[in-house]
C-alpha cells in the first residue's frame, strides 16, 4: 500500500508545486508520511503496525485531496484574473495633497500607530531624496521562458491570451507546467560582485530588487514558500542573500527589496478572494511572514510593496505592518515604503508615491514620488523577443531623469536578468552611460531641489534644478539649466533666470569660460565647440548668483 501511495505522490508532485497549494497542509503531511513509515521499517511491531499504516494513508491522503482541492481552486478563477498590471497605465491619477518634511532621522521621540494619519506624519528620510537615482531589478521563473513579459504565467494559464498559448505549443512538449520552468532558473553565471559593480557604474544611490512577483517563487529560502524558492529549486542559493552582501560590502548604495503581496494561484489567497475578503489565511500564514522575514533577515532600506489592488489596506494589513516598520524594525531609522498597499492607498499614503508605472507627471508635486521605468519599454523581466527599437536610448533615459528630478521625484530605472544570472549587455551599456554622464553632471541631480521653475516657458527640453546649499531658495544656491537637445545655432535662450550683477554662468564637462549676456527676458548663452564637451547628451549649465 505504501508503494502505492509514494506512486500517487510523485504523479502529483509537480501539480502541487504548480499550485503552491496549502503549503503548511502538505509540508505537514509529508513529514507525517515520512517519519512513519520510517519508524514502522525500523520496528518490530504487531498490532500496532496496522495503526501506523493508517496514519500513512491519511497523510497521503491529506496531501492528494488538499492538491485536488488546488486544482479546482485553480479552474475557478482563472478568468477573473488580468493580464497585466493595473499600475501599467498612461492616465496620470491626482496625488494626494500631503508633503512631508525631509530630515534625517536620527531618534524616534513618538511612536507611530497603526493607521494612515499617524503613519504619513512621519519625515522622509533624508538620504532618499538626496539620492534621485536607483536601479530596479526584475528577476525571477518568468526569465526562463523570457516572452512577453513578467506576467507570463498569468497571460498563459489566466487570460490564455493565443499568443503565449501558441508560443508553449510550439515550443514545449504537451503537458508542461510554468513550474517545470522552476529546475531552469538555474542563475549559473549569476556573480553578484559583478552586478555590484555594474550598479554601482551606474551612478544609482539605491537598488531594489524582487524577492518575490507575483508568481510566488521567492528568491531567498522563505520558510513559507515551500518547495518554490531559490535554495529548493532552481539556483539553490539565496539569491536575496548574495546579492545584498554584494551590495554592501563592494559598493555604498542601499539595498531594498520589493515584494508581491499577492500570488496569481495561490489557494489560500484565492480562497480569501472567494470569501469576500471576510477571511484572512493568505496573508496571516504567506504574506506578512514573508515581509516580516525579509527585513529581519535582509535589513533592507526600501521595501517596494506591490501586488496590492485586488482589496484594501486593512485586508492586508498594511498599517500595522509598517507602523512595525517605522517603531521596532531593524530599519526603523532608514526604512523608505512606497504606496501599494492596498486598494484606495496608492497616490495618497506612503513615504513616496508610484501612483503609476512610468508616472512623470512633468510638474512639481507635493509629495516625494519616484518614476519606476524600465529600459525595455515592454516588460520589466528580460525578453528574448525583443528588438532594439524596444530599448530606451539613453538620451531618452537622461530626459526622464531631468524631467522627474526637476519635479521633486526619483527615478528607479529597471533591468531585467537572463536566467543564467547575467545582466544583457544593451542594459549594462545603458547603465554605464548614464554613471558616465552622472560623473560629470551629477551635482545637479544628486541632492538637488526644484526650483522655483521646473522647465523653461519658451525655450523647450530645459528643465532646472537647485543645487545642495541648502534647502530655501538662497542665492548662493547654484542653478543648474539640463538642456536635452544641443542648439542649432550655437546658442540657447534661458527665458526664466534672471540675472544679478555678480551671476557666473558655467558648462559642466567644458573647462573654458562660457560666453554669455542679459536679454529680455533672461540670459543667453553661447554654446562651445561640441567637440570640446566631455559628454554626449544633455549639457548642463551652471547659473550661479541669479536674482531667481
Request: aromatic share 18%; glycine share 6%.
Given at each position: 500500500m505504501f508503494q502505492q501511495l509514494c506512486v500517487a505522490l510523485e504523479q502529483n508532485k509537480q501539480k502541487a508545486r504548480f499550485?503552491?497549494?496549502?503549503?503548511?497542509?502538505?509540508?505537514?503531511?509529508?513529514?507525517?508520511?515520512?517519519?512513519?513509515?520510517?519508524?514502522?521499517?525500523?520496528?518490530?511491531?504487531?498490532?500496532?503496525?496496522?495503526?501506523?499504516?493508517?496514519?500513512?494513508?491519511?497523510?497521503?491522503?491529506?496531501?492528494?485531496?488538499?492538491?485536488?482541492?488546488?486544482s479546482s481552486q485553480q479552474k475557478i478563477y482563472h478568468e477573473d484574473l488580468i493580464e497585466k498590471s493595473p499600475y501599467a497605465t498612461v492616465k496620470s491619477p491626482t496625488m494626494s495633497p500631503k508633503n512631508k518634511p525631509l530630515v534625517a532621522i536620527q531618534g524616534q521621540e513618538n511612536r507611530y500607530t497603526p493607521d494612515w494619519d499617524s503613519l504619513d506624519s512621519r519625515p522622509l528620510p533624508s538620504w532618499y531624496d538626496d539620492a534621485k537615482f536607483g536601479i530596479f531589478i526584475h528577476w525571477g521563473v518568468f526569465s526562463v521562458p523570457s516572452f512577453g513579459s513578467e506576467w507570463f504565467w498569468i497571460n498563459w494559464?489566466?487570460?490564455?491570451?493565443?499568443?503565449?498559448?501558441?508560443?508553449?505549443?510550439?515550443?514545449?512538449?504537451?503537458?508542461?507546467?510554468?513550474?517545470?520552468?522552476?529546475p531552469?532558473?538555474?542563475?549559473?553565471?549569476?556573480?553578484?560582485?559583478?552586478?555590484?559593480?555594474?550598479?554601482?557604474?551606474?551612478?544609482?544611490?539605491?537598488?531594489?530588487?524582487?524577492?518575490?512577483?507575483?508568481?510566488?517563487?521567492?528568491?531567498?529560502?522563505?520558510?513559507?514558500?515551500?518547495?518554490?524558492?531559490?535554495?529548493?529549486?532552481?539556483?539553490?542559493?539565496?539569491?536575496?542573500?548574495?546579492?545584498?552582501?554584494?551590495?554592501?560590502?563592494?559598493?555604498?548604495?542601499?539595498?531594498?527589496?520589493?515584494?508581491?503581496?499577492?500570488?496569481?494561484?495561490?489557494?489560500?489567497?484565492?480562497?480569501d478572494k472567494e470569501n469576500d475578503w471576510g477571511t484572512q489565511d493568505f496573508v496571516k500564514s504567506k504574506t506578512m511572514p514573508e515581509l516580516y522575514e525579509i527585513v529581519n533577515k535582509y535589513k533592507p532600506s526600501v521595501i517596494w510593496s506591490d501586488g496590492d489592488w485586488e482589496t484594501n489596506d486593512k485586508y492586508w494589513n498594511s498599517t500595522d505592518f509598517i507602523a512595525w516598520l517605522y517603531n521596532d524594525s531593524p530599519v526603523k531609522q532608514e526604512i523608505v515604503v512606497n504606496d501599494r498597499w492596498g486598494r484606495g492607498a496608492t497616490c495618497k499614503h506612503g513615504d513616496f508615491y508610484t501612483c503609476t508605472d512610468h508616472f512623470n507627471p512633468g510638474t512639481l508635486q507635493l509629495h516625494k514620488w519616484e518614476n519606476c521605468l524600465t529600459i525595455d519599454r515592454q516588460s520589466w523581466g528580460f525578453r528574448r523577443n525583443a528588438v532594439l527599437s524596444d530599448y530606451n536610448s539613453t538620451p531618452d533615459l537622461l530626459k526622464e531623469m531631468a524631467t522627474t528630478v526637476s519635479c521633486g521625484g526619483n527615478m528607479l530605472l529597471n533591468v531585467g536578468p537572463t536566467h543564467y544570472g547575467q545582466i544583457p549587455p544593451i542594459y549594462e551599456e545603458r547603465l554605464r552611460q548614464i554613471g558616465q554622464w552622472l560623473n560629470i553632471n551629477g551635482e545637479a541631480i544628486y541632492g538637488s531641489r526644484p526650483w522655483i521653475y521646473q522647465n523653461d516657458t519658451r525655450t523647450p527640453d530645459i528643465w532646472y534644478t537647485k543645487g545642495k546649499g541648502s534647502k530655501e531658495l538662497l542665492l548662493s544656491d547654484p542653478v543648474y539649466a539640463i538642456v536635452l537637445q544641443w542648439p542649432e545655432t550655437g546658442v540657447i535662450e534661458l527665458t526664466v533666470p534672471t540675472a544679478s550683477a555678480s551671476t557666473q554662468v558655467s558648462f559642466l564637462g567644458y573647462p573654458g569660460e562660457i560666453k554669455w549676456g542679459v536679454t529680455s527676458p533672461g540670459i543667453q548663452v553661447r554654446f562651445p565647440s561640441k567637440s570640446k564637451v566631455s559628454n554626449d547628451w544633455a549639457w548642463v549649465l551652471r547659473l550661479d548668483n541669479l536674482v531667481y
Open positions: 499550485l503552491n497549494c496549502d503549503i503548511s497542509c502538505y509540508l505537514f503531511c509529508s513529514k507525517v508520511l515520512t517519519f512513519w513509515w520510517g519508524f514502522i521499517r525500523s520496528q518490530e511491531l504487531g498490532v500496532q503496525k496496522m495503526w501506523c499504516l493508517e496514519y500513512c494513508f491519511l497523510a497521503a491522503l491529506c496531501i492528494i485531496t488538499s492538491i485536488q482541492h488546488g494559464k489566466g487570460s490564455k491570451n493565443p499568443k503565449y498559448v501558441d508560443f508553449m505549443k510550439r515550443n514545449y512538449p504537451p503537458g508542461f507546467t510554468y513550474p517545470d520552468f522552476g531552469m532558473f538555474t542563475a549559473e553565471f549569476f556573480e553578484p560582485q559583478q552586478w555590484a559593480e555594474i550598479l554601482k557604474s551606474s551612478g544609482a544611490k539605491y537598488v531594489v530588487l524582487t524577492s518575490k512577483h507575483h508568481e510566488g517563487y521567492t528568491l531567498w529560502p522563505s520558510k513559507y514558500s515551500f518547495n518554490w524558492n531559490a535554495m529548493d529549486v532552481g539556483p539553490k542559493r539565496d539569491l536575496v542573500g548574495d546579492l545584498a552582501n554584494a551590495i554592501r560590502k563592494h559598493t555604498d548604495l542601499k539595498f531594498g527589496l520589493y515584494h508581491s503581496l499577492y500570488e496569481w494561484f495561490h489557494p489560500l489567497y484565492l480562497q
